[in-house]
């Protein structure tokens, strides 16, 4: 699987945007970029996934760069329960179901 | 929906006892996941079904490790000697099917320490 680079850690002030960032230059054409997060004490869960356009829903909204080499997971307005570690992970259309998992970003919400 | 549903949801056992986890996916999903997660090695995958079918398991540590799913509504992941290293967090995950376009959906996991 293709490998992606977030930072360790990213501090975020409550009800303010956030813009977690991904890096993803080896991204092959059949690589899907889905975007999991882990709050604590709990198992993962899905956030987002894209191939080439931006893409909105209830959580968040991920912005690929024109390029794909990049993308950018951002949460409109941060709440406290907004605090996890968030994973960039890339899964090939080809590749029968692996759910390859990074260290993430963790991310720090304070009031 | 209640989710994807594991017990128990801590385990304690002595090191050389048979640990038994279980997992029941969401009702309709075709694929079933069973992660790891330790501080040092992060979320890990063990194996995957596919319709009740082993498709990967090149993630299972050792001999020791085990995994069965004999219906669509029920997995075990099975340790046999438990040993210290063992100790972790165990998830349990399934998704509609195994293509890219969807989601997983994770249990709440067992913690599991082996003294």
């Known amino acids: 699987d293709a490998k992606t680079t977030q930072p360790n850690s990213m501090e975020s002030n409550e009800e303010e945007p956030v813009h977690l960032p991904c890096n993803h230059s080896?991204?092959?054409?059949?690589?899907?970029i889905h975007w999991y997060r882990q709050l604590p004490s709990q198992g993962p869960e899905y956030v987002i996934h894209g191939l080439t356009s931006n893409v909105n829903n209830r959580m968040a909204s991920l912005a690929i760069a024109e390029d794909r080499k990049s993308s950018t997971l951002i949460l409109h307005r941060a709440t406290l329960r907004d605090a996890a570690v968030y994973y960039c992970i890339l899964r090939d259309v080809g590749n029968t179901g692996k759910l390859i998992f990074g260290q993430g970003t963790t991310l720090q919400v304070k009031p | 929906d209640a989710g994807v549903i594991q017990s128990p949801r801590h385990e304690v056992t002595e090191m050389g006892q048979e640990v038994t986890l279980r997992c029941k996916p969401i009702s309709g999903h075709n694929s079933l996941f069973w992660y790891r997660q330790t501080m040092m090695r992060g979320l890990e995958l063990l194996i995957y079904f596919n319709n009740n079918v082993p498709i990967d398991d090149s993630g299972m540590p050792e001999d020791r490790f085990s995994a069965k799913m004999p219906n669509a509504s029920f997995s075990t992941l099975k340790i046999q000697p438990s040993e210290p290293r063992d100790s972790a967090v165990y998830f349990c995950?399934?998704?509609?099917?195994?293509?890219?376009?969807?989601?997983?959906?994770f249990g709440s996991g067992t913690r599991l320490t082996v003294v």
């Open positions: 080896t991204i092959s054409g059949t690589d899907y």
């Open positions: 995950a399934s998704s509609l099917t195994t293509g890219v376009g969807y989601g997983y959906t």
